[in-house]
């Protein structure tokens, strides 16, 4: 139970800080309502507190160059609700040059308004459309902005973005993380390329973790304690 | 009388033959855009990534006067590249979006005669 109530404080935290309302997902032609996907991208800001409790969240305000992000469409049905789960609909960008798609997967491609079309599938028809304003990255946060981790421990860091006007921006980050200094200290286990990075403790020693995103970077220290398993050290 | 009702029989024929045809159209309720692109009867400049929805209207005249039509309208684009336009399902509106920079004409028909040119430019996105 607290669980459920800390997992919709968290959703509504969100929305409040990406600007959301639930005036922002009805279609400009009224035909139906557009709601923001969090079911399977990770690491995805806007999505941040959805957990399990939902798998969709009103839209942001500002969505990340290089970010994915997903998009759903439902109509409205008679009596002014929505047809939930209707399927027949593909989610198109008005341009090419600001957003591709492939199914409800969109991925942003350069700043500027882009109007996404639910259209129906097998012919040209349009149901409605959406506006969303695509930013690129200004600023990242590292939260935490520095780790201390005792050798064999590993912790995630998230990235949080904004843009050059301070809107946090939504959307699975598309980031490179490299050691600039310290290597050996620290293991990245697998290939991280979003927001989010499990950072590994391998061996005493500091290092500085560098994740760029877009032209934005920062840099997280790392401080490493003790001799781990890792690198065959004697406390583990 | 008979070279009168002649007369007048000629008058009224042409008056119903040659004087009818497509009087005005205009694009009605086009719909808020987020920048500053715009869209009116007279012409247009929205930035790619831009669409907007309205409603063709068509107005014919007779001898009679002048009547809306309601049925028959379609709007085409010279330039799928620049612009697109689909049919709105369920009712008479059209969504009119840029695609990719350049100029095209929009172009609002009557059974396939051309009532209503509105010339359109699309500019790079609004950053």
Partial sequence: ?236 | MARYRMGLSLVLLAAVAGCSGIDHATLDGVTTMPDDSTLSNHGGTMHAGIATGFTPRVWTHDFWGTHEQSSGIDVQTSDATVLRVAHVTGDKRVVVWAAGEGSATLTVTLDGSPAMNVPVMVTQPAP
């Fill in chain 1, 1 to 236: 139970m607290r669980g459920q109530r800390f997992a919709w404080g968290a959703a509504m935290g969100a929305a409040l800080v990406f600007g959301c309302s639930s005036s922002n997902d009805s279609g400009v032609l009224g035909n139906g309502q557009f709601r923001y996907l969090c079911g399977s991208l990770l690491g995805d800001a806007a999505c941040t507190g959805a957990g399990s409790l939902s798998s969709e969240v009103d839209l942001p305000s500002v969505i990340a160059v290089g970010a994915t992000f997903q998009i759903g469409y439902a109509p409205n049905n008679g009596s002014g609700g929505t047809v939930e789960g209707a399927n027949g609909y593909e989610i198109v960008p008005a341009s090419d040059e600001l957003a591709l798609a492939s199914g409800n997967t969109i991925v942003a491609q350069e700043g500027g308004y882009v109007a996404l079309l639910a259209r129906h599938a097998g012919n040209a028809d349009v149901d409605d459309f959406v506006h969303l304003r695509l930013s690129a990255i200004q600023t990242l946060q590292a939260s935490p902005s520095s780790l201390t981790l005792v050798a064999g421990e590993s912790q995630a860091v998230v990235l949080a973005a904004h843009d050059a006007r301070g809107a946090p921006l939504a959307g699975q980050l598309a980031c490179v993380w490299q050691m600039t200094s310290g290597a050996g200290t620290v293991a990245l286990p697998g290939t991280p390329s979003t927001g989010r990075v499990s950072v590994q403790g391998v061996s005493g020693g500091t290092a500085t973790l560098r994740a760029t995103c877009g032209a934005a970077s920062v840099d997280v220290p790392v401080t490493v304690s003790g001799s781990g398993a890792l690198d065959g050290g004697t406390d583990g």
